[in-house]
């Protein structure tokens, strides 16, 4: 019986042990690490499905992280603000079913990115006078870039408060101040939005096709292997213009590219997103 109570003491005790350490606090550095690694798609084969949930683990655990990030700290809540306005805009772009939870996304990555713009002492100061002139002067290439993103792709929910508002002015100063600070962020992706923006909207609002053209040229120079770059360039310029067989030619180009592994990790998500959008626009153009 004394034998039999002692082992029972140990378990008791052992699971005490575990409990007590079970307890004790994550530090937000370890779970800026942990969602850093669950973001990371650079690493290993790339499976877009299962990407899914690793991205909504990492955007709960940097927001476990964001309240107990030391607030001195800018350049580490700068990280998880900018990382969290991307991991939003990819769950809504690539993941969310609805457009109630496309939008819900949108707006939790901008709120994220001008929260990281706000860090910045000259983006507040220039803010107290004028919003847009702020945003002209951010220095964080991705907090700028991933405002415009987000917020641009908010306007299209709410299209009175982008043209009466003044919002669809704001989203393409993000994208010049972005190409202004490091035009190959992201495969050229402040060229390639700001492409999109002036081949999208009329005249008034800033639309430009032949702005947007060569946009999108400069954007292929810097990152061929992004395949955005010409899908969007199909899409948005070589189709409305009547260019049909350099579409078709340029879209099957990027879907006999996407067999290539190597081509495809360079940007495993976006590259993905890419040759399905790009099989959805060959399937609208009557190819020669």
């Not at 220095?139 to 870039?145: M, T």
């Amino acid at each position: 019986m004394k034998r039999s109570a002692l082992v029972v003491a140990a378990i008791v005790a052992g699971f005490t042990a575990v409990s007590v350490l079970a307890a004790e606090p994550v530090s937000p550095a370890s779970l800026v690490e942990q969602a850093d690694t669950l973001f990371d798609r650079s690493t290993g084969a790339f499976d877009f499905d299962a990407y899914e949930g690793r991205l909504r683990e990492a955007i709960h655990l940097y927001e476990e992280a964001l309240p107990l990030l030391d607030a001195s700290d800018r350049s580490l809540q700068a990280h998880v603000r900018n990382t969290l306005a991307q991991a939003y805009f990819e769950l809504a772009t690539a993941y969310a079913a609805t457009d109630v939870d496309k939008e819900a996304a949108f707006v939790a990555g901008k709120d994220h990115a001008l929260a990281s713009l706000r860090l910045d002492p000259a983006f507040c100061a220039a803010e107290a006078t004028s919003f847009r002139d702020a945003l002209g002067v951010a220095g964080d290439v991705a907090a700028v870039f991933w405002y415009g993103n987000n917020f641009g792709s908010y306007l299209n929910y709410h299209q009175l408060e982008a043209i009466f508002g003044g919002g669809a002015r704001d989203v393409p100063v993000c994208y010049e101040r972005a190409a202004a600070l490091d035009e190959t962020y992201l495969g050229g992706a402040p060229l390639r939005s700001l492409a999109c923006y002036v081949a999208r909207v009329p005249a008034f609002l800033g639309g430009d096709m032949v702005r947007a053209r060569a946009l999108f040229d400069r954007a292929i120079a810097i990152a061929p292997d992004f395949f955005e770059n010409q899908v969007n360039f199909a899409e948005l310029v070589l189709k409305p213009t009547g260019e049909t067989a350099d579409a078709c030619a340029l879209l099957r180009d990027v879907i006999a590219r996407s067999a290539d592994a190597t081509a495809m990790a360079l940007w495993p998500l976006y590259n993905e997103l890419s040759v399905r959008q790009a099989h959805k626009v060959l399937a609208t153009l009557t190819c020669p």
